[in-house]
């Protein structure tokens, strides 16, 4: 870069290794010896000294699937578990799917032949519900601990059960920072005590992994700024114009900041000299769906210098070829779940050490590399070692749910790594006691409680699904709920044109609101005389192609779920067709919505805003929904974040008031007269 920009000098110079050699190899023998012998073996090492990749190819060449069993290897993000399983097949030589494969949810690219399969944490967690003791599993591998992921904390605490009842199976824990410690203590058994006959020394051990692959100089900025993103796209453009040849990753914190930064780019690219290197930014979120993530790990063309602009998603994991250069803006956008007002809020803070060395860990992976860091180094001391446990600030009502489909019914003396506050436990069971899912003794109610830990939605939206054959609506619910599954992702602008999404969106729009809405999109998109399930005509009507191909996907396997329930599709009891069978299938769907939504209620006021019922939180349509522009009374709706101090719904539909108290009098305390 220039000499007149505001970095000092690289503070790390790492020693170079040849790509060939992994600093994991040198361990090969002592990890394979380690996991052999003790049941849990927590690896600890550089980002990039091959972890992730090599361990369960070491576990495969050594027999551990001889007996037909897997090796299970987790990761906090979808991304992670695809696209490193894309690259371990390639290493052994097999296709994705064969010997090594995925599965995350509703995507499972295994086969018959799979020994090595890579899943998001989450996933194997619904595992247990049909295979508790994970008995097709010799290994099971939990990747990026230190992340702290609920799910991955979850995890951690069932196979601490399960390794009680299965001497066999081999835990091994892999975490980039040095808790090491703190995973060894819980697993083991306490001084003087034995589980399976092993001691404390004998239960678990810690191999640490020292080196990288390549170096990674790291730069800080003399003074801080007070604007990341201007300074981002400042730092993008030096190294741009200034620095050889490779791709660049910048980390920001949502996908509003990637929109604004990939337009503050778009307009810098125009003064580059003629005949300059393009710079080519492409998107990376989480909502962004999967196909459309694949596209950072194509190769740039001739000429061109790649500039990936993502979330903290891109940060553990993940190796994309060509990356030399990180510009790390040093915030992320942390969930922070309010018990008190149900309200999701997405703050943006300063990352964790952790995560500064994870991102700076994206370069140098496949070349030496360097990392821009968008602070000073006294503010990186300053950080947190790692990030607040996504247990303590989540809610809690889907994972109780499988835990106590799991059986266990003490919740708040559950083995927990970090324990959750109790608010956040309480809650949890409050909503799922006002959905049916538990009774007043806190027990998983049977068939309805069991049936919505079965379904792989969230438990309002489960619930409602569950009711709908009462509403003789299941056809529409399992379209409707396959769409929500696709989080928003169903409209895209095609060359970046709101105007023409926003009249698609209209083409499709209906006053009862978005939910029947997605629904006539769904049924557009899959009608053989109108969308045919062609991408051609989801060009037209700014529709997402490969989303709705997801959407189809996802009702069929929702459908074989209810088959398997023995729930038909269109099975209406006589007694609930005398009840429903006059109203039109709108008012079904809407008054089967309140069955699942009737905590998500609220009413519009004069000026546009929502209230919720209790009047104590003003909300406020997103602007996908219908109702940002449009008029309404009551709505129930399907999210509610809060996002730079203002709180969104999301996926809103209009109900009647007097249906809250219908299908949800405990909820709302209606005094009987
Ligand atoms: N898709 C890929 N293309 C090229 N090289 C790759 C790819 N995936 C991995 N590698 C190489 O393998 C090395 C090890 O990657 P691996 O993901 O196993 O590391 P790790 O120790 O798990 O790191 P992290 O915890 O940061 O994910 C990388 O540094 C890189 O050199």
Not at 235 to 251: A, K, P, Q
Not at 275 to 284: F, N, T, V, Y
Not at 403 to 423: C, E, K, T, W
Not at 590 to 599: D, I, N, P
Request: hydrophobic share 40%; proline share 4%; glycine share 6%.
């Amino acid at each position: 870069m220039a000499e007149d920009d505001d970095f000092g000098a690289p503070i790390i110079a790492e020693l170079y290794k040849p790509p060939a050699l992994l600093p994991i190899a040198q361990l090969k023998e002592s990890l394979l010896y380690a996991i052999e012998t003790f049941p849990v073996t927590i690896i600890v090492g550089e980002t990039g000294s091959g972890k992730t990749t090599q361990i369960p190819q070491y576990l495969f060449k050594t027999g551990w699937t001889n007996d037909g069993s897997q090796i299970a290897v987790t990761q906090p993000r979808r991304i992670a578990a695809t696209s490193v399983s894309a690259r371990v097949a390639e290493e052994l030589g097999c296709q994705l799917g064969q010997e090594v494969g995925y599965s995350i949810r509703f995507e499972d690219v295994t086969s018959e032949r799979t020994k090595i399969k890579f899943l998001t944490d989450g996933l194997l967690l619904r595992e247990m519900l049909v295979d508790p003791l994970l008995k097709r599993y010799s290994v099971v591998m939990v990747d990026e601990a230190h992340e702290r992921s609920l799910s991955s904390d979850i995890l951690l605490s069932l196979l601490k059960k399960v390794l009680r009842a299965r001497p066999d199976l081999r835990v091994v824990v892999s975490s980039a920072t040095l808790d090491a410690e703190k995973f060894l203590d819980f697993f083991a058994p306490d001084d003087g005590e034995t589980i399976n006959n092993k001691t404390k020394e004998e239960f678990g051990t810690i191999v640490s992994i020292e080196g990288r692959t390549h170096p990674v100089d790291i730069f800080y900025l003399s003074s801080s700024t007070n604007n990341y993103i201007e300074k981002a796209v400042e730092t993008v453009m030096n190294i741009h114009t200034s620095e050889t040849d490779g791709d660049i990753l910048l980390f920001v914190t949502g996908r509003e900041e990637i929109d604004d930064t990939i337009d503050m780019i778009a307009d810098r690219i125009v003064d580059l000299p003629h005949g300059s290197k393009s710079l080519q930014p492409l998107p990376l979120y989480a909502g962004l769906p999967t196909d459309q993530q694949m596209y950072v790990f194509q190769k740039a063309g001739a000429n061109v210098r790649k500039l990936i602009v993502a979330t903290n998603i891109a940060e553990a994991s993940v190796t994309i070829d060509g990356i030399i250069y990180v510009v790390d803006t040093g915030y992320v956008k942390l969930r922070a779940y309010d018990p008190a007002l149900g309200i999701e809020r997405l703050n943006v803070v300063p990352v964790s050490k952790a995560s500064a060395t994870q991102r700076a860990g994206r370069a140098g992976r496949t070349r030496p590399g360097k990392c821009y860091r968008l602070y000073t180094e006294a503010a990186f001391e300053a950080l947190e070692s790692a990030t607040f446990p996504e247990i303590q600030r989540s809610n809690l009502a889907p994972v109780v749910l499988q835990l106590m489909n799991l059986g266990i019914q003490n919740l708040v003396r559950f083995d927990y790594l970090s324990n959750p506050p109790s608010a956040l436990v309480v809650r949890a069971l409050d909503l799922l006691f006002s959905l049916g899912a538990v009774d007043v003794h806190g027990r998983l109610t049977k068939p309805l409680g069991t049936r919505m830990a079965e379904l792989p939605l969230e438990p309002m939206l489960a619930r409602t699904l569950l009711n709908a054959p009462t509403f003789g609506c299941l056809s529409e619910m399992l379209s409707i709920s396959a769409m929500m599954t696709l989080q928003g992702t169903a409209f895209v602008t095609h060359d970046g044109n709101q105007k023409l999404l926003e009249k698609a969106r209209r083409r499709f729009a209906v006053k009862e609101g978005d939910h029947i809405t997605l629904y006539n999109v769904f049924q557009a998109f899959t009608n053989p005389a109108v969308g045919k399930q062609s991408s051609q005509w989801c060009r037209e009507n700014s529709l997402n192609y490969k989303a709705l191909l997801k959407a189809v996907s996802v009702r069929k396997q929702l459908r074989n779920y209810l088959d398997r329930m023995g729930i038909q599709e269109n099975s209406l009891a006589s007694s609930d067709a005398i009840r429903v069978g006059g109203m039109s299938m709108a008012e079904r769907v809407q008054r089967c919505l309140t069955t699942g939504f009737f905590a998500h209620a609220a009413r519009m006021k004069s000026d546009g805003s929502f209230v919720t019922v209790g009047g104590e939180t003003v909300l406020w349509a997103h602007p996908s929904s219908i109702f940002f522009h449009r008029k309404a009374d009551w709505v129930i709706y399907h999210e509610i974040q809060e996002t730079k101090g203002k709180v969104y719904i999301r996926d809103l539909t209009t109900i009647e008031m007097d249906w809250l108290t219908e299908y949800a009098p405990e909820y709302y305390k209606v005094k009987q007269k």
